[in-house]
């Protein structure tokens, strides 16, 4: 596949003038191949409904989420946007009705939006706007507005603008709706483009029993700019509950709202629910009410999901495998102590692990593992060198090595940048870390591979204590000696206070080498 993509205004074409713009027009059935158009179908079903509320208290109903974005979707035409061109949008966790609103009208408008974390800094934001060759910028309340050769606007000046007597454009599902940034962990963060068709595939517009039915509202604490987000704003647009944020996550105020909402779906990432764990919050709050406990953006560690399955005892626990790149594909998994590294099987599309050259490997071989999309693909934007060592004949290449089971589930080994290669042996950072994360003193960990004057690389770690007080480095290291070779044991254990991760939660890992090389 071409996995460099400039921009796509494939199938973009212009509606005959309106007719009376004081009505807005209603949805079309087909409305539903569209992120705006989703939007459209549910205003129009279900228009007093709540979409999205935060803990702050701020909300959107389907009705004034569509009123919004087209009224900001006439603004952004009368400004000059285009078919095609980048919109950044750039909001925190406080901003997402707001968010909501304004990435609807930016794609109403025939643009392509580019969501970013108002919590990444100016200068790395700068970046990635040169990168997409954004022609403005939109900022929540909070949100930083770098300098460039974009026009700049807040949230409340594009609300005062208008009315414009303008004609939006009209969009379908091959048309570009996003770019998204990876969170660089691993290099440089990349430009995912992807279309409607893509973003919307799997919703079911039209059903009468929507998704997490069991729930009134689910709750996330997801960054904006990332592929979990992301998920979450197509949840909102499709799912039958209201999406609630909290816009602050710490481990005591979002156990207090799953008390205090009864909410039935809870979305986390690996970090959050150790956090959640390590608080003790089960001990102090009621989570009884939750049914359904997803997490995602990394492998749950078997002693966490074991955990979890104890502090939400009516939770069915599932942990989804995806990334930017390979969405909607992913494996999923309901916790099962059965398979305990299991992430589990292709829920949608399809998963394969294959040699270098691409061709699958018998069950049981580790090698590179592929998600393949049931929908347009993803790809790359304006970087086809790159593109074409990611995706392959419809296929993604993940960047993990794993295997597959004699029963088609995927088990993980690592990440192919993390593995440690130790003079004649290659260590396996996740299955150190899910060893050092069953001791009881040892409340998150991180492994790396250090350099080693003899063997080239060694192990080392970094942990943050249950109880900095109590933790004895020497007792861990004999508990280790007993579940772990010789050539896995970290040589260098770094205590830490809190690991560094980024937006998405995932460990800082280049970072925690640097400290650990300090």
Same mark, same amino acid.
């Given at each position: 596949m071409a996995s460099s993509i400039q921009h796509s205004r494939v199938g973009t074409r212009f509606d005959a003038p309106a007719q009376a713009r004081d009505a807005p027009p209603g949805p079309d059935p087909a409305d539903g191949r569209t992120v705006h158009g989703l939007l459209d179908l549910r205003a *129009?079903?279900? %228009?007093?409904?709540t979409a999205i509320s935060t803990d702050t208290g701020t909300g959107l109903t389907f009705a004034q989420w569509r009123e919004r974005s087209l009224s900001v979707a006439r603004a952004l035409v009368a400004r000059g946007v285009r078919p095609g061109d980048r919109v950044a949008l750039v909001f925190g966790l406080r901003d997402w009705p707001d968010y909501a609103v304004h990435y609807c009208a930016v794609t109403r408008a025939g643009a392509v939006a580019v969501p970013v974390s108002d919590g990444r800094p100016a200068e790395a934001t700068g970046g990635l706007l040169e990168h997409c060759g954004a022609v403005g910028v939109i900022a929540g309340a909070a949100g930083e507005l770098p300098a460039g050769p974009w026009w700049t606007a807040r949230t409340a000046d594009l609300a005062a603008d208008g009315p414009f007597p303008v004609d939006l454009p009209t969009i379908g599902p091959d048309d570009a709706a996003q770019v998204l940034y990876t969170s660089g962990t691993t290099g440089k963060p990349m430009g995912v483009l992807a279309t409607h068709g893509n973003v919307v595939h799997g919703t079911r517009p039209a059903a009468r029993h929507r998704p997490l039915k069991h729930s009134e509202e689910f709750l996330h604490a997801f960054a904006v700019g990332t592929n979990a987000g992301q998920t979450m704003l197509v949840n909102a647009l499709d799912a039958h509950p209201a999406a609630l944020v909290a816009t602050r996550f710490t481990p005591a105020r979002f156990a207090r709202l799953i008390e205090q909402r009864s909410v039935g779906s809870v979305f986390v990432v690996p970090a959050m629910a150790a956090e959640l764990l390590n608080a003790g919050v089960q001990q102090r709050h009621d989570l009884s009410c939750v049914r359904l406990l997803g997490s995602t953006a990394a492998a749950l560690p078997p002693s966490v999901a074991t955990a979890l399955t104890e502090a939400f005892p009516n939770a069915t626990v599932v942990n989804y495998y995806t990334s930017t790149e390979a969405a909607p594909a992913q494996t999923a998994m309901v916790f099962d102590p059965a398979r305990p590294t299991a992430l589990g099987l292709a829920a949608r599309?399809? &998963? @394969? $692990?294959? /040699? %270098?050259?691409?061709? %699958?490997?018998?069950?049981?071989? =580790?090698g590179d593992v592929h998600l393949r999309s049931p929908a347009a693909q993803r790809a790359y934007y304006g970087d086809g060198a790159a593109g074409a060592r990611v995706f392959r004949a419809g296929w993604v290449r993940m960047g993990d090595v794993g295997y597959l089971d004699r029963d088609g589930y995927l088990h #993980? $080994? /690592?990440?192919?940048?993390d593995v440690i290669k130790s003079g004649a042996y290659k260590v396996s950072t996740l299955q150190v870390e899910a060893v050092l994360l069953e001791h009881p003193a040892v409340a998150d960990a991180a492994v790396v591979g250090v350099p080693h004057p003899v063997l080239g @690389?060694? $192990?080392?770690?970094? $942990? &943050?204590?249950? /109880? =900095?007080?109590?933790?004895?480095?020497?007792? #861990? +290291? =004999?508990?280790? *000696?007993? +579940? #772990? *070779? *010789?050539?896995?044991?970290p040589g260098r254990i770094l205590t830490l206070d809190v690991l560094p991760r980024n937006e998405a939660g995932k460990p800082l890992k280049r970072v925690v080498r640097e400290l650990l090389a300090g």
């Open positions: *129009a079903a279900q %228009p007093d409904r599309g399809s &998963v @394969m $692990v294959a /040699d %270098p050259d691409g061709r %699958p490997l018998p069950p049981g071989e =580790t #993980l $080994v /690592d990440r192919e940048s @690389m060694s $192990v080392g770690a970094a $942990v &943050v204590p249950a /109880d =900095t007080a109590a933790f004895d480095p020497a007792e #861990l +290291r =004999t508990y280790l *000696a007993g +579940r #772990l *070779a *010789a050539h896995e044991i």
